[in-house]
T-cell receptor, first 115, second 115 residues
Framework: EPEVTQTPSHQVTQMGQEVILRCVPI?????FYWYRQILGQKVEFLVS????????KSEIFDDQFSVERPDGSNFTLKIRSTKLEDSAMYFC?????????????FGPGTRLTVT | AQSVTQLDSQVPVFEEAPVELRCNYS??????LFWYVQYPNQGLQLLLK??????LVKGINGFEAEFNKSQTSFHLRKPSVHISDTAEYFC?????????????FGRGTSLIVHP
């Protein structure tokens, strides 16, 4: 069964450093998403991406964040200068169509620890 | 704005016992409701969804949920749990009529099934 993969599973970085979280969505999917979950808190939407553009983003997704689909398979989330409060689990997801967003397939997540 | 409250952060239960995981939401417009499950070291997986029609919704793995509009609830139930049901469960709400399909998630409920 096709699945979304994410690398690395755990990333430790120092405050102020740049990090790139990587995701490989399901190959025929067109819509891509990033979410995060700070420990003990809710899963929060960050951004959605379609046709090489951001289609929607939340207030959390400020200028420190960017997304990119550098090739036909990867979808990345970059945090330019990490802060302690960026420590969280980051989930990537993909779906075939925007209207069936609820049939998003989620990856296993990357745990980001900022020290 | 919409919000989701999962009243229990952790629910311990013995194998073969029934279980109910509670979810309440708030929204000023009509909603779509969802339950996702996350097994250890895996991504979120859609368990079931309510879009319209019958308020009793059946999902995978023997789970079901009932949409109660007057109580703004969407509780998840299973009549007899297995050890393998041990996982994190997330309730989510979306209000497309409010302009966006993007879901709002609850904090999650950890279901722990004891032998």
């Amino acid at each position: 069964e096709p699945e979304v993969t994410q690398t690395p599973s755990h990333q430790v970085t120092q405050m102020g450093q740049e990090v790139i979280l990587r995701c490989v969505p399901i190959s025929n999917h067109l819509y891509f998403y990033w979410y995060r979950q700070i420990l003990g808190q809710k899963v929060e939407f960050l951004v959605s991406f379609y046709n090489n553009e951001i289609s929607e983003k939340s207030e959390i997704f400020d200028d420190q964040f960017s997304v990119e689909r550098p090739d036909g398979s990867n979808f990345t989330l970059k945090i330019r200068s990490t802060k302690l409060e960026d420590s969280a689990m980051y989930f990537c997801a993909s779906s075939e169509q925007d209207g069936s967003w609820y049939e998003q397939y989620f990856g296993p997540g990357t745990r980001l620890t900022v020290t | 704005a919409q919000s989701v409250t999962q009243l229990d952060s952790q629910v311990p239960v013995f194998e073969e016992a029934p279980v109910e995981l509670r979810c309440n939401y708030s929204s000023s417009v009509s909603v779509y409701l969802f339950w996702y499950v996350q097994y250890p070291n895996q991504g979120l997986q859609l368990l079931l969804k309510y879009l319209s029609g019958s308020t009793l919704v059946k999902g995978i793995n023997g789970f079901e949920a009932e949409f109660n509009k007057s109580q703004t609830s969407f509780h998840l139930r299973k009549p007899s749990v297995h050890i393998s049901d041990t996982a994190e469960y997330f309730c989510a709400v979306s209000s497309p009529s409010g302009g966006s399909y993007i879901p709002t998630f609850g904090r999650g409920t950890s279901l722990i099934v004891h032998p």
